[in-house]
């Protein structure tokens, strides 16, 4: 198999909070899962080996000599420019609306694509070639007045466009002598001309971006990736129920030729507890009520507050992972799974992940409904699981599907918990609560401190039984747990970059894990590592490690879960929910103050 490119993962999503497309630097639309994000992909290149011959929506220019690609300033609208060899330029302009019309939000499955002409006269061919069940069988076409429709026994979508139909529906070469539209969605007539209603929908929804950004809280420093990585995480959300979404994809490998190939088009609660402690800090708040509004649905059909780690976009649907061998992977590596297995395990660590995520629901007073007593008695259901569960074997945050132990991590996120169940209960005014929870927060802890701590090693370790290292330990200050100056978390954080830093970035652990050693770093370990370093008050190496992992972003400034330091290529599902997280984080915390970048010299 040839060597993959040099960055394997330069695209770019587009999306609306209900689908999206990912695009590479041509503007070829490789994947996109419809009418969802955990659809089944219509466009499926991505997974389709290394020269997929269906899967994709492009506009081919004939001639081609280069591209450059950029975000339009401050929103999730997408421009590639193409030129030829005799200097004929056009611009493709992707978006998927989402503004409000009609005094509600407007946010179809839909795609629009304009095309215009910059110089020259550039010649170019319009392919687009849907596939249907995971890439095994190819719509049937049906062509309209001025449509295309593309359909198979259980869905159906609709190309409206002002270009020549014929030409379209041939994939015939044509000169682009004006602008022209494309609107890929539902299997609906557009009642407006494609120029017209494409013109709005791009105006309206840079409109809608604009604002949104406008509102951020960001830190002086790194605004414009703290901006890219905030619409990232936005564009992650599934906002017709709330959830939020690991990453848009499934099945790109952790590693270069290896089986580490999962689905994350789901939502881990420990995730999004995460993606809504970053929005949160930039002050977009509305995603962490969306966001409750789901976990309170998960809770409600969940028997005594029994948590799975994820779930689907739709909680009450089922995930069950399988493999579908009809797609040969990305870049030829599959398998190509979907659904996930790790519904099925137990990982203590999510009963405190959404009282945390919930907490700041109960102190806000931005919110236009802050919250009260009926959400603390459902929380104080999952606090009781935590208690129950917080000193028993779990497969832990990394998800291990070979052995089961008791997590430092877990246990400490069950601690976390019950302290913010004592902490709103106090808010409440209800002491009686408030001081239940503190003492069996107080018990937790100590039996923690005991168990995970090594005095000989002078750290923490990754489980009760073991004294290999994790990753995760980074996180004990931020949970509460430490604080960054204690001792033994000093201690902990030498070892952890003793053992878990290589070749200038942080891995997950040191063991073995079923598939054996990772081979790629985990990119939102290395920001927690910036985090910890930050907060010993070693600002220095935390700013250089920061600007190490910024310096790998692909093209457009995202990032995918993993990263080969040896090549300096991205890896892992993408956009990765938890690497934006980390960027966002870490850059408020190491930033210079407003004041200082602007008054102190």
Not at 189 to 196: L, M
Not at 431 to 436: C, K, L, N
Request: proline fraction near 7%.
């Amino acid at each position: 198999m040839p060597a993959p490119p040099p960055q394997p993962l330069d695209l770019a999503p587009v999306g609306n909070g209900i689908i999206a497309g990912l695009f590479d630097r041509r503007g070829r639309c490789t994947w996109m899962c419809w009418p969802r994000l955990d659809g089944d992909p219509v466009f499926c290149a991505l997974l389709g080996g290394e020269e997929p011959q269906d899967g994709f929506m492009e506009c081919e220019m004939i001639g081609l000599k280069e591209s450059r690609q950029a975000y339009r300033r401050n929103t999730a609208i997408l421009e590639t420019e193409l030129e030829d060899e005799k200097g004929a330029r056009l611009r493709i302009t992707d978006v998927a609306p989402r503004f409000r019309r009609f005094g509600r939000a407007f946010r179809p499955p839909m795609l629009v694509r304009r095309i215009e002409p910059l110089s020259g006269q550039p010649l170019i061919r319009l392919r687009i070639r849907p596939k249907a069940h995971w890439g095994a069988d190819k719509p049937v076409r049906r062509s309209g007045s001025n449509h295309l429709r593309y359909f198979s026994e259980d869905a159906a979508l609709r190309v409206t466009t002002d270009a020549p139909l014929a030409c379209l529906g041939e994939e015939a070469p044509f000169l682009l002598d004006q602008p022209i539209t494309l609107i890929l969605g539902p299997d609906e007539t557009v009642p407006e001309g494609a120029e017209q209603i494409g013109q709005e929908f791009i105006r309206e929804t840079e409109a809608y971006w604009l604002d949104w950004t406008r509102g951020l809280h960001l830190p002086f420093e790194w605004q414009e990736a703290v901006i890219r990585a905030a619409i990232t995480l936005k564009l992650c959300t599934f906002e017709e129920t709330g959830a939020v979404v690991a990453a848009l994809t499934t099945s790109i490998p952790e590693a270069a030729n290896t089986e580490r190939n999962w689905d994350y088009r789901y939502c881990w609660l420990r995730d999004a507890l995460f993606t809504v402690q970053a929005l949160n800090r930039l002050g977009a708040t509305r995603t962490m009520e969306e966001y409750i509004r789901y976990v309170t649905n998960v809770v409600a059909i969940s028997p005594g507050g029994e948590l799975k780690p994820c779930y689907p976009l739709v909680p009450s649907l089922a995930m069950e992972e399988r493999i579908e061998e009809q797609l040969p992977g990305f870049l030829g590596m599959g398998p190509v799974r979907v659904g996930n297995q790790a519904a099925e395990q137990v990982q203590n660590d999510v009963y405190g992940s959404v009282i945390m995520a919930a907490a700041q629901m109960f102190f806000d007073q931005r919110l236009p409904r802050p919250a009260g007593e009926p959400l603390f008695r459902l929380l104080e259901t999952l606090g009781e699981q935590a208690e129950a569960r917080a000193l028993t074997p779990d497969a832990g945050i990394w998800e291990y599907r070979g052995r089961e132990r008791i997590h430092t991590f877990s246990a400490a996120m069950c601690w976390a918990g019950m302290a913010r169940l004592s902490g709103i209960a106090r808010h409440l005014g209800l002491a009686d609560r408030a001081e239940r929870w503190a003492k069996s927060a107080r018990e937790l802890h100590a039996v923690i401190c005991e168990k995970a701590y090594r005095p000989e090693l002078n750290s923490f370790v990754e489980s009760f039984e073991s004294d290999g290292m994790d990753a995760a330990l980074l996180l004990l200050p931020e949970i509460g747990f430490l604080p960054a100056t204690d001792p033994r978390f000093l201690g902990t954080l030498d070892r952890v970059g003793h053992h878990l830093v290589h070749d200038g970035f942080l891995y997950r652990y040191d063991m073995a894990d079923d598939f054996g050693k990772p081979e790629t770093a985990f990119l939102v370990c290395s920001f927690w590592y910036v985090d910890a370093l930050a907060a010993a008050g070693r600002t220095e190496e935390a700013r250089a490690m920061f600007g190490r992992i910024l310096s790998c972003r692909n093209h457009l400034g995202l990032l995918a879960e993993d990263l080969d330091p040896t090549r300096n290529q991205l890896w892992g599902n993408f956009p990765q929910t938890y690497s934006h997280v980390g960027l966002i984080l870490s850059a408020m915390r190491l930033s210079r103050s407003w004041e200082h970048g602007l008054w102190g010299g």
